[in-house]
Structure formats: C-alpha cells, structure tokens
C-alpha cells in the first residue's frame, strides 16, 4: 500500500481509462466492429502513447502479463479492449471470482462420467477425413465415423492433425499462427498460513527477488494450512518452462522463503509443484493471446463452421483465456450440431 500513491495511481488510471474508452466504442460479441486500426498496434503502443511513470507502466506491464500470458507488445490492443469490453459488466472479481468445490476438473470429471466408455484416454487424433454428410477421425489406426465433429483441442495440438480434404486456407493459417501465452504455475503448500499473521494478503508482485507474482490459492478456505501459488508468465515463463519442474519448484520457494525467512521457519512448508502447459503437446500453451493484426484476420475463421466440422475452445469465444470461454464455445458448438441433425443440412455459420 506504501508503494500505491496517490500519484502511482493516477498514473495506472490513466491506462485504465485508456484502455476503456477503446472498448468502449466496441460491440462485445464483434470486436470486428471496431474502426480505430487498434488491432495493428500493440498493448505496448498505447503505453508508449500516454507515456506512463516507469513504475506506473512496470505494473501495468506485469498485469497485462499475468493476465493474458503474453508481454505487451505481444498483444493485439483491440484483443485486450475486446476482453476489457466483454468483462465490464462483471462483478469486481470479475470472471475469476468463480471456483468449483474440489477443484476445477471436477467439470471434466463429470463429463468424463457421464460420457462413459465414450471417452478413449491416451489416443490422439491423427487424420480427420470430411466425406459428405459424415466426418470420419482416425484415432490410433481405427476409424471413427460421426455426422459431426467438434475440435475442442487448442490450436497448437491440431498443427500435429492431416485435414482430408485441407482446412479453408485462412483456418489452417489460424491454427498453425495464432499466438499462445507461456504460464509456469509453481504451488507451494504450508502447513500453517506465514502471511496471515504478518498482515500481508499473500499476493507479491514479480520483481529481482521473485520471479513471478503470487497469490493465496485458498483464500476464503477454513483451515490453518495455505497454498501461496506463483505465476510466471509471457517471456518469463518461456524462459523458466525450459527448465525442469523439480528445479523450478525449488527456486521458487526458495524465493518465496526469502521473502520472510523468519515466519517461515514456523511455516512448516510441504509439498511444492511446477507446472508448465507450454511443453505439452496437447495443450502448446497456456491460452490464446491474439498478436497484432490477428484478431482482425482470424476472429472470423475461427467461429465458422467447415462443413460439419465445428471449432470450440476458448480461442473460439469472446470470453478468451477463461473456462466461461470454452463452456460457451461448447454450447453453441451443441446447438450447430443439433440444428443440423434435425435440419439434415450443412452447418451455416451465424
């Protein structure tokens, strides 16, 4: 609080407002509509327009970072209005402010569940065939036929995918383009909360000392023990994820230990785990983070349907980098397929 003076503030308001009054002028659903050119220009651009405090502009830097995965001159500024317009109706939490009790794959279990033996774990698309009314995928040399299909998988898992016939020319330009965010999530665990007693919230922000920023995982959980999690993000992260997880753990810690060595020799630290989404092949990233000029040229071919082929994800939704994104890419995704079954017509994009 020491360090967020009145005039530190100011300075972070006049981003903010910014950045407002471009989203303000968008329609949330259609970011295509905006008429300002601000998708060939940066985040960064517009930091270097309002000429901003250092500190003033370190910090926006790093929330842009966290928020997006990507640094500021990485981001298409008319993606990050986009989301800024398509948000500020939210609660002050805002779209993060929602958590599943026990744990967030507790969705996918529960699809997982309900799905059955439907779901074939381990098996990776390798060919998927359109062929008149049915589309045929070829999973571990079987072949598996559907009057649709959806691809919910991010786009760098289906660079590794063959397209019979090709994808329109721009999709397949998307896919093998559009950018992703780098995250290196790292969980500490203590067996008794160190920050409580000293006053702090458990959020740090990325400095010298500490790689990445911090926040309390269980906030609002009863309880005496406490997860602290630290996000590395954007170049940062890209730089970190090379590393092993075991050994990224570590330096994390021993960050976070640095911090406050005292009160944590009472902290009783437990188990601590690095993950890191950018070496995945099935994921390639965090989330997508739309570069400049790619909103304008992908937003598009992204949502139309191709053939009996339908995009979900949350690259496809307005709500991008968010669960709230996938879910409602899914259904739309269901109601295509569904109008379609009962129609018996090629899918049309609304």
């Known amino acids: 609080n020491e360090v967020l003076t009145p005039e530190l503030k100011a300075e972070l308001e006049r981003f903010t407002s910014a950045l407002g009054r471009i989203a303000g002028r968008l329609d949330p659903g259609d970011p295509l509509s905006d008429r ?76 997982a569940r309900r799905l059955a033996r439907a779901v074939d774990h381990g098996a990776p698309v390798e060919r998927i065939e359109r062929r008149g009314r049915r589309v045929v995928a070829v999973v571990g040399g079987e ?89 590395v993000s954007g170049s940062r992260a890209a730089r970190i994820g090379a590393h092993d997880p075991s050994d990224i753990a570590a330096a994390t810690t021993a960050a976070i230990d640095a911090l406050s060595p005292d009160s944590l020799k009472l902290a009783l630290r437990g188990r601590s785990r690095a993950v890191r989404w950018s070496t995945d092949p099935y994921a390639g990233g965090a989330y997508a983070a739309f570069a400049p000029g790619q909103v304008t040229r992908y937003w598009r071919a992204l949502r139309r349907p191709v053939g009996r082929i339908v995009l979900a994800g949350e690259h496809t939704d307005a709500y991008t980098g968010y669960m709230e994104g996938a879910i409602r890419s899914g259904l739309r995704a269901a109601q295509r397929i569904a109008a379609v079954h009962h129609a018996t017509r090629d899918l049309r994009y609304t």
């Open 143 to 231: 072949r598996v036929g559907g009057d649709a299909l959806v691809l919910a998988a991010p786009l760098p898992a289906l660079r590794a995918i063959t397209f019979a016939p090709a994808l329109p020319d721009r999709l397949a330009e998307a896919i093998r383009q559009v950018g992703y965010g780098s995250v290196v999530k790292t969980m500490v665990q203590y067996r008794t909360r160190f920050w409580t007693p000293l006053g702090w919230s458990g959020d740090a922000v990325a400095g010298p000392e500490l790689p990445g920023s911090t926040w309390e995982a269980t906030a609002g959980q009863d309880g005496r023990p406490g997860i602290l999690m630290s996000y």
């Open 36 to 111: 300002s050119g601000s998708d060939t220009r940066s985040a960064a651009d517009l930091l270097d327009t309002l000429s901003l405090d250092p500190l003033a502009r370190a910090l926006v830097e790093r929330q842009l970072r966290d928020d997006y995965a990507a640094d500021a001159d990485a981001l298409s500024l008319l993606f990050v209005a986009a989301l800024e317009a398509v948000t500020a109706d939210q609660p002050d939490a805002g779209v993060e402010a929602f958590r599943i009790e026990g744990g967030n794959d507790g969705l996918t279990r529960g699809l």
